[in-house]
């Protein structure tokens, strides 16, 4: 992509409404536009990194035997009649009258819907178990939308839902959900913790949220020391290991119940990105979600539903990687993976290394993007680390008399004068995937 084609509004003012580094620097970078409270256009490089992080998500889900299909946005109230929840959702919950006089509302969440899809085609414990997800816009008519997309009023979910035969089974899908959300987080560069959360009615431990420790996160967490040093990637053997360690949400926590002593106890903030959560019948047995068992009995099915906040995280990403400057991507969810800078736009040597490396970027699938104006250096600099491309590839007349370019990377500073030769020699062969290394070591 040419930067001068681009339609990227970089800031250099910091807006005045943002009070956490996130929110400034999505503003400031051109990531998005508020239409009304808590509600955004998402613009050509914000979009970017959110399908980044939406495709991992559904690789993981993938994976882990999830199939995805797409439910609605607007529901009718009556599947919420059945459930028992319209009344008690309260000023959450969007409600819309259609031309009919229908109540109909826009979903903040889909266990009612995805139950009526279930019960329609599931009939027999053969077909169990099954999990079903989707990536989706919610709408929840939050009391105070803040922090731009961390707490928004429409915001894009990836929801799943387990349906199983009975609580053994519910369980195997309940920490095969807890494995797949540390790995997907674990591949955008983020370390979750996964908590305890508050199980709702239904009592027992299969409630955990997954938060990102920052000081900006609107959750207290309380969690063992050992946490600090260990793998939180989600290989299979670390669930029982993890689930062992005490963590929970300030709504579980009790300083007077707590096994950990206090010396080994971290409070701290935390962005909450993720919730899995085991409800058992609550939606099932008012809705009539049941299967013929292997002796004829209807059985009613246990359930279970997991979310991860999939635009609250470009958010919490940018929280965890940032510097005065501006972002540091992560290449996994990286809008670019390169930003080449044209120092001397106009100059004839400039142009032609420029053209040549851009193009020979694209032959290798690199997603770079080449800024080709005729601004000053000096604007282009901050632009370029504003945006937080991994990499950056300048471009000048100085280094071009001898022959080379400058290689930068974003996260470290650390900065390596280079011949086209080296640096083409460092392109992968195949279809670019992020892991791309343009300095050594
Ligand atoms: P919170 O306590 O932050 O309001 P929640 O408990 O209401 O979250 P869930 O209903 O479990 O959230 O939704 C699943 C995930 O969706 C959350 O873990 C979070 O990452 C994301 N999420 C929830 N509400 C919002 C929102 N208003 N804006 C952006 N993301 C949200
Ligand atoms: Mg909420």
Redesign the pocket.
Known sequence: MRRSLYFLPTLKETPAEAQIASHRLMLRAGMIRQSSA?IYSWLPLGLRVLRNIERIVREEQDAAGCQELLMPTIQPADLWRESGRYDDYGKEMLRIPDRHGRDMLYGP?HEEVVTEVFRSYVKSYRDLPKNLYQIQW?F?D?VR?RFG?????E?L?K?NYSFDLDIAGAKRSYDNMYATYLRTFARMGLRAIPVKADPGAIGGDMSH??HILAETG??AVYYDAAFDGMDLSGGADSVARLQSLYAAADDKHDPKSCPVPPERLRAARGI????I?YFGTKYSAPMGAAVTGPNGESITVEMGSY???V???VGAIIEAYHDDAGIMWPASVAPFQVGLINLKAGDAACDETCAEIYATLLEHSVDVIYDDRSDSPGVKFADMDLIGLPWQVIVGPRGLKSGTVEIKERRSGRRQEMSLESLFARLPGEAGKPGLALLPG
């Open positions: 808590g969440t919610k929840r939050e939308p997309v961390m707490r928004g009023r915001f979910m929801d949220e997954f609107e959750s909450e990105v993720g919730h959560f979310g991860i906040g635009s609250r995280l």
